[in-house]
């Protein structure tokens, strides 16, 4: 039983808590169930498409966008966004030594108003696809599944927004007087960059979202074409916020990255300050190529070379990350216990989703590979190679100290080599299917013998994922209620010092 | 720690090899430019509306959902659309514009090999998104079979959809 909850304290205490330890695990709590309830809507998309034809699994074309609209939405915004914010509830306020968030209040409202976002979402069951692109979704898409939509994610991002601001003021202003910024650890750094990302980019979105609303009731015509608005005006605002979210989802996976790294080589980070430098210079270039998903939109020649060379830009960042945990890793002692397993399997991914995203904002190459199979291959290489995998790795290594018992670490590695093993196939396959054309997006597919078989390959290779993240969850709940008693100064016997997790103030 | 040698020269390297494949992406990028598309190109109208394609060629014929083109003659494509986006693509040429309702957009073509291909909608579009394609036949000269009652025999899929 988790620590937190062992102790003789009633549900509604827990609930109500306005504790960063308290929240942090309903973030976390929240965040692993949206993972597995989203994951098993991925399992039906590739069992329609393990076969060509219609109405294998999913009976209609309406149900199959409604099914892969939620689980893409799902996924970003109920399982990456409240996980890092649940990590960084739980260690932030540690890690600068204070009792807790600067504003408990406003972060337990952070958090429930997640629930909310999260059941109108499910309940809407809207079928605009994640980017909910007009005019479809203000003329065509059908209600009130899209106007849950719409007030789903505006409540999902009002909360990242005030977690973000409590987040910024507790690492800026909380930080014991003792501790410069430059001494504190890289996740501290990855959760204030993060943080300040979603401040400047959030806005953007929601006002897009408002306007999205108005312009369904028709009392605007902002996105419409026939009230002299502009569809495209649309793909600007959302693309100015969530491309720099990639970065969003991105930056808390490799702050964990640097917790785990350096641990399991026992060694220290090659360099501290490159790692500083690289999230800043990320976090500044992110916000200069959000138009490189809209190259086909028909834009001059001069604005696509703009965001390729913006692109372009973000690429060394990123590869100063993967030097620094290459360098740390060399020559290390290294253990490769269940947490630095996922973490080098998801660093292995986004070697290939890097290599990949330079293909994708090369112009003529774009043209080859947008909106194809290619592309849903290359971004679930981010988001479930390095960051999910970062997370579930991050989940191993914190479990002894947050439940003081110790996971199955057998039960771990098999998940891990069913994940690992189930990403590289599905994901590496579908970007070939991209190539040989097939679209993204669709219920089905030419039945001509590429794409059979590689379809076929993707789903075993997704079957397997999801049976990777089921053993995950399986070794998870059952450790966190009978795992043997974990030895809490040195749960991975790496014979390294640890963070003193555990400490933090009581309950209050 | 921090700082070394091996870690500058690998940024340069890393920074070379984006260096190039901007400048090469750029260059290949400036040639396919739609204000490169020969002058003589005969303007086609492609129309996307949910699920199917219409072709209008420069002299008034009318296709729908099979487009008839001629080898090594080069085309201008000006795509629009009636609804919702759509994409425009034609996978083995890798031609692929958005079809935006209120704007038209240009993509030139030198159709290169004769035969039958697909023409697809690569924007998520509603329903029958999946099923919104189009045939392509490259004929090797002018003249091949006749198309004038194409549009009336071929059983459009998604004209099928709606009808349905």
Not at chain 1, 413 to 419: S, T
Request: glycine share 8%.
């Amino acid at each position: 039983m988790v620590l937190e909850v062992k102790k003789p304290r009633p549900i509604w205490e827990i609930l109500f808590s306005t504790h960063h330890t308290d929240i942090g695990l309903l973030y976390v709590y929240m965040s692993i169930t949206a993972l597995i309830i989203g994951g098993s809507l991925a399992m039906g998309i590739r069992a329609e498409l393990f076969t060509p034809g219609t109405g294998d699994i999913i009976p209609d074309s309406n149900t199959f966008n409604r099914i892969f609209t939620v689980h893409g939405t799902n996924m970003l915004f109920f399982w990456l966004i409240p996980f890092a914010s649940g990590i960084g509830n739980y260690l932030i306020p540690i890690m600068v030594r204070y009792k807790d968030m600067a504003w408990p209040k406003l972060n337990a409202v952070a958090f429930w108003m997640l629930p909310v976002a999260m059941a109108l979402v499910w309940l809407g069951f809207a079928d605009t696809t994640w980017n909910a692109y007009p005019p479809y979704s203000i003329l065509k898409a059908p209600g009130p599944a899209a106007e849950m939509w719409i007030f789903g994610l505006k409540i999902a991002g009002i909360s990242s927004v005030l977690g973000a601001i409590n987040f910024i003021v507790t690492i800026l202003k909380m930080k014991h007087p003792d501790l410069p910024l430059m001494k504190t650890s890289l996740f501290v750094w990855s959760t204030l960059v993060t943080s300040l990302m979603i401040v400047v980019a959030i806005p953007t979105f929601a006002a897009a979202l408002i306007m999205l609303y108005t312009d369904r009731l028709g009392i605007s015509g902002f996105f419409n074409p026939a009230m002299g608005g502009d569809p495209i005006a649309y793909q600007h605002l959302f693309w100015f916020t969530f491309h720099p979210e990639v970065y969003i989802f991105l930056i808390p996976a490799v702050g964990m990255l640097y917790e785990l790294i350096p641990k399991f080589s026992r060694k220290p980070i090659f360099s501290y300050q490159s790692g500083v430098a690289a999230f800043v210079l990320l976090a500044l270039v992110g916000f200069a190529s959000w138009a490189h998903h809209m190259y086909s939109t028909g834009m001059s020649f001069t604005e696509k070379t703009v965001f390729m060379v913006g692109t372009l830009a973000a690429v060394p960042a990123s590869a100063m990350h993967v030097f620094n945990w290459i360098a740390t890793m060399w020559g290390g002692r290294i253990k490769f216990a269940a947490p630095m397993s996922w973490a080098v399997g998801g660093i292995v991914l986004f070697f290939y989703a890097g290599a990949g995203g330079i293909v994708n904002t090369a112009m003529p190459l774009d043209f080859l590979t947008h909106d194809s199979y290619w592309v849903v291959g290359h971004f679930h290489l981010f988001v479930a190679g390095l960051v999910t995998m970062a997370f579930i790795g991050f989940t191993y290594y914190m479990f002894p100290f947050i439940t003081g018992r110790m996971y199955n670490e057998r039960q771990a590695m098999i998940a891990f080599w069913l994940f690992f093993a189930g990403l590289s196939i599905v994901f590496l396959t579908q970007h070939i299917l991209g190539l040989y054309g097939q679209p993204r997006r669709v219920f089905d597919y030419v039945p001509v013998q590429p794409l059979i078989i590689m379809n076929q390959i993707a789903s075993v290779g997704g079957w397997m994922a999801g049976a990777g993240a089921g053993v995950f969850l399986y070794s998870i709940i059952t450790a966190a209620f009978k795992g043997k008693p974990a030895n809490m100064n040195d749960p991975f016997a790496i014979g390294e010092q640890y963070y003193d997790y555990t400490r933090r103030e009581p309950h209050h | 720690m921090g700082h070394t040698t091996v870690e500058w020269v690998y940024v340069g390297v890393v920074v070379a090899i984006l260096c190039y494949v901007g400048a090469d992406a750029w260059n290949v990028e400036r040639i396919l430019d739609i204000t490169n598309a020969p002058a003589e190109a005969e303007v086609i109208k492609v129309t996307g509306q949910q699920w199917l394609w219409t072709f209008e060629h420069e002299d008034g014929r009318k296709e729908i959902s099979e487009l008839h083109l001629v080898k090594g003659k080069p085309y201008r494509f000006e795509v629009t659309s009636l609804d919702v986006i759509h994409a425009f693509n034609m996978p083995d040429f890798t031609t692929l514009i958005d079809a935006v309702p209120g704007r038209i957009n240009s993509v030139w073509l030198v159709p290169d090999q004769s035969g039958e291909y697909l023409i697809q909608c690569r924007e998520y579009c509603g329903f029958s998104h999946y099923q919104m394609r189009a045939k392509l036949i490259v004929e090797d000269h002018e003249g091949g079979p006749s198309v004038a009652n194409a549009a009336a025999e071929l059983p459009s899929k998604g004209a099928e959809a709606i009808a349905s």
